[in-house]
């Protein structure tokens, strides 16, 4: 189906998945994530921890739980679908992406952060409980997706899931999402000189490489061929840069009702984004040519990749 909401002069893209049954589709996957996740945030401890103290384990469901879209855990379970992997498998990679995605979130809320009030339309962490308590939440959420993704059940063998666990690591840490969020506020109040290939850079690593391991994930979890795991590489590199640019243009063309967050945020902080470097309708030309190349780098897959096809076309026609 062709998007009717592509305007002219935008690349089409080709899949033939109605924007309706994408929702649907997301909408289930959230559904099926959140029973995960609130069964991993229970209140009995597990062998060798000694026990949940309840501030900590209630700041943690508060930021993890009852929200988000859970666009990467849906990734997961798309990609790891192109090779058979069973859902419950992929959910609990999904899982432990989510925990470091809510995590980052709870993070870059914080007053010495980005300093927002409002997240998944209601009170952030810091606000509903208290800075420290929103700190170490974060912290233990970053932790528990560590023991989530070396669990047994998530794949039979120990090398592929010790090759997920450092990636998750790696897109993660100093060279991954913390290196982007230093960069991210270091580049607050810059707009001298050239900064397309800085921004780009920064935006690839505090949102683009968790995205493009939830898209990759799939064919580690499935042993892939090399040419179908480069499928998956450009493919989950297009869709985490336009996923940031369609943030960047939320944030100043939405509303915090449908956001769920506040709006104008960036430009009050004096963020560098591609709104600002190229202009609302330059950014959305450049969203709408990475959802073409994230498109088009899955066409090896035939009709198997139509959902995943569908996912990119959402990250330009999403409202929130
Ligand atoms: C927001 O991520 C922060 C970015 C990385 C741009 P999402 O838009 O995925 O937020 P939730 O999880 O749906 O709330
Ligand atoms: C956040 O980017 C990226 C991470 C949390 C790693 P933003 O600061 O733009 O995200 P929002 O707009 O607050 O969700
Ligand atoms: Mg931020
Ligand atoms: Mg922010
Ligand atoms: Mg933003």
Redesign the pocket.
Same mark, same amino acid.
């Given at each position: 189906m062709i998007s009717e909401n592509t305007p002219a002069g935008f690349p089409r893209m080709t899949s033939q998945i109605s924007s309706s049954l994408l929702l649907k589709r997301l909408n289930s996957n959230a559904e099926a994530l959140e029973k995960v996740l609130a069964d991993l945030l229970s209140d009995a401890p597990l062998k060798h921890e000694i026990a949940r103290p309840s501030r900590l384990l209630a700041a943690m469901r508060y930021g993890s739980l009852n929200g988000g879209k859970r666009f990467r855990p849906f990734l997961v379970v798309e990609s790891a679908s192109l090779f058979s992997i069973p859902a419950a498998n992929a959910l609990l990679v999904g899982a432990s992406l989510e925990c470091i &995605?809510c995590y980052?979130?709870l &993070?870059?809320?914080l007053p010495s952060?980005?300093n927002?009030n409002l997240?998944r339309g209601r009170l952030t962490v810091h606000k509903a409980f208290d800075e420290a308590t929103a700190i170490l939440a974060g912290d233990a959420l970053l932790t528990l997706a560590f023991d989530i993704i070396t669990r047994d059940e998530i794949h039979a063998d120990m090398a592929t899931r010790v090759l997920l666990t450092r990636e998750l690591a790696r897109v993660a840490g100093l060279g991954g999402?913390v290196g982007?969020?230093i960069m991210?506020l270091a580049s607050e109040g810059r707009f001298d000189g050239d900064k397309e290939h800085d921004v780009e850079t920064l935006q690839q690593m505090? /949102?683009g490489v968790?995205l493009g391991l939830a898209c990759r994930s799939g064919a580690i979890l499935g042993g892939a061929a090399p040419a179908e795991r480069s499928a998956l590489d450009v493919y989950g590199k297009a869709l985490g840069q336009a996923f940031?640019i369609a943030?960047?243009l939320?944030?100043v063309e939405s509303n915090h009702d449908a956001l769920g *967050?506040?709006v104008g945020?960036?430009s009050v902080a004096g *963020?560098t /984004?591609f709104v600002t470097l190229l202009g609302a309708h330059g950014a959305r030309m450049r969203l709408h040519e990475l959802v073409a190349e994230a498109d088009a780098a899955l066409d090896i897959f035939g009709q198997r990749a139509e959902m995943l096809k569908a996912a990119a076309r959402y990250v330009a026609e999403r409202q929130n």
């Open positions: &995605h980052s979130l &993070h870059d809320d952060m980005d927002s997240r999402m982007g969020q991210d505090k /949102t968790l940031q943030d960047d939320l944030d *967050k506040p945020q960036d *963020k /984004t």
